[in-house]
């Protein structure tokens, strides 16, 4: 989806990817916590107004690029990201 910026953020060992749709004040979002190395994915939200168009797959699927460049490996807390893991077979090295 071309109308939706994702950028990032990442202090002492927390981060949130945020999904920005174009034309659109809402934000959604995708936070994790590190432990031992592995990055829990916690929560993903995304509001209502932006909601149905994706976003939250692209959330997701920022996290597993990331997992895939710098090495670390996921925890699916989140209902959603699990879902997304059950659905992506490939993915199943990343799983912690």
């Keep these: 989806m071309s109308d939706v910026t994702?950028?990032?953020?990442?202090?002492?060992?927390?981060?949130?990817?945020?999904?920005?749709?174009a034309g659109s004040g809402s934000v959604g979002r995708l936070?994790?916590?590190?432990?031992?190395g592995v990055r829990v994915a916690e929560h993903t939200l995304v509001p209502p107004e932006i909601g149905?168009?994706?976003?939250?797959?692209?959330?997701v699927e920022a996290l597993i690029?990331?997992?895939r460049?710098?090495?670390?490996r996921v925890d699916p807390t989140c209902s959603y990201v699990a879902a997304k893991f059950d659905q992506r077979p490939e993915w199943a090295?990343?799983?912690?």
């Design 65 to 67: 690029g990331d997992a």
């Design 6 to 21: 994702i950028t990032r953020s990442e202090e002492d060992g927390r981060g949130t990817y945020y999904a920005h749709v």
């Design 93 to 96: 090295d990343l799983r912690a």
């Design 31 to 36: 936070t994790w916590v590190e432990r031992n």
């Design 52 to 59: 149905g168009r994706g976003v939250a797959a692209l959330l």
């Design 69 to 72: 460049e710098q090495g670390f």
